[in-house]
């Protein structure tokens, strides 16, 4: 399942395919193999920078949030330096599908009606809209380029220009769009021995359930610079009724959490962290937690790309850390405002450039679902500090 739009408190972590979490069985390991054929050629491919994936709605210096309310979008930007949420401009669109941060501006990709288009906006809050010939979902995008994918092309969005170019890519019955790994892009294929039809053709709807229920899913890293893909591993859909697999990050491995039922409970009784080396082609156990009462999930904090920590517990009232630089545990007191507790937060949301974190802390008092924000020493909030330099809310006049 692609995201478009990062959520506050998941804004780094994305769900499996279009398979249910719990149709996902435990994968086969296999060693890492180059695919090269007459359709990924490197005359066909894009030149590529630094990719990051739109899903990361924060950089070293600031995190950005897109408020909307009735069709009126507005860009909002907290400096960790000064402690302050800002308004940075309007974004007078219809709908938004993306945003990130490139060269220092913001890109908002939009659309009105049978418009289309981006818009860069400065860090003055100045604005520019480009327009561009169709719809555009991000999958990646670098210093001078956004990407798109699909099963059977990459479409390569120039920052300046607008153009949009296409080249084939070797990505049949592509899945799901996860993130960036080595600087290539994570995605899953069904490989299945009946060809799936179009699955935007809902008369052909349950053939298409029928079919992926008899696949396997292989994980693949596609590499937009060469137009290659290296297959890492693959799964049996629907064989595995008893737990579940979120992919949470990468630091050398690319990293799942695997949670595991007993029976008809409602919550995981384990939840484990597993990585896959993407050198050697192997698996490691890296930690398991016992999830306690009320876990609602798992989330990975990264930074610069590469992830840094794991919660493994995330339940009523305390969240598990997992250091992966380490393997340090932590234990992490936070008050759930989802009930209507407007009172402290202390819930993750990103890890800044000078060793602090932004965490939930209070609520806006104009209105209701808006959260606010606060700053800590990462350290100290490891060790159970509650001690947040506030964030000063943009509030809407």
């Known amino acids: 399942m692609k995201k478009y739009l990062p959520l506050l408190a998941a804004a780094l972590t994305l769900t499996a395919c279009t398979a249910s979490p719990a149709e996902i069985a435990a994968p086969a390991t296999t060693p890492p193999t180059e695919s090269v054929t007459a359709e990924t050629a490197q005359v066909n491919a894009f030149p590529v920078g630094t990719l990051r994936s739109p899903c990361e709605a924060d950089d070293a210096e600031a995190f950005y ?28 669109h219809e709908s938004v599908y ?3 941060t490139a060269n220092g501006n913001v890109v908002v990709v939009w659309s009105d009606s049978d418009q289309y288009g981006f818009t860069v906006i400065s ?11 169709r719809e555009f979902m991000v999958d990646a995008y670098d210093e001078n380029a956004a990407y798109e994918l ?31 790994v080595d600087n290539k892009v994570f995605v899953s294929r069904y490989v299945t021995d009946t060809p799936l039809p179009d699955p935007n053709d809902m008369s052909y709807a349950e053939m298409y359930q029928a079919i992926i229920q008899n696949s396997m899913i292989e994980f693949d890293l596609y590499d937009i610079a060469t137009n290659t893909i290296q297959k890492l591993f693959d799964w049996e859909y629907g064989s595995n009724d008893s737990g579940s697999a979120q992919y949470i990050g990468s630091r050398g491995s690319v990293y799942f959490t695997m949670s595991q039922w007993d029976g008809n409970e409602s919550s995981p009784t384990t939840n484990a962290l597993r990585g896959f080396d993407t050198a050697t082609g192997t698996w490691q156990e890296v930690h398991a937690e016992s999830a306690a009462p009320g876990n609602f999930g798992t989330l990975g904090l990264s930074r610069d790309g590469q992830l840094e920590y794991v919660v493994l517990n995330w339940g009523t009232g305390t969240l598990a850390f997992y250091k992966l630089a380490d393997g340090t545990t932590y234990e992490v007191s936070y008050r759930d405002t989802s009930y209507g507790d407007s009172s402290n937060g202390g819930f993750p949301i990103a890890l800044t450039g000078d060793g602090r974190i932004l965490v939930t802390d209070e ?23 509650t001690d947040y330099t506030p964030v000063q809310m943009w509030q809407e006049q």
């Open 65 to 92: 949030s897109l408020d909307s309310e009735m069709h009126k979008y507005q860009m909002l930007r907290i400096d960790y330096a000064k402690a302050e949420q800002e308004k940075m401009c309007e974004v007078d």
């Open 123 to 133: 860090q003055d809050g100045t604005t520019q809209d480009k327009p561009i010939e």
């Open 363 to 385: 609520k806006v008092t104009n209105r209701d679902k808006d959260i606010g924000y606060g700053l800590i020493d990462l350290d100290a909030y490891l060790s159970g500090s």
């Open 150 to 180: 699909t099963s059977k092309s990459c479409f390569r969005l120039d920052l300046q220009s607008g153009e949009i170019t296409r080249t084939e890519a070797p990505l049949t019955q592509l899945c799901a769009v996860y993130g960036i």
């Open 98 to 100: 993306s945003y990130f």
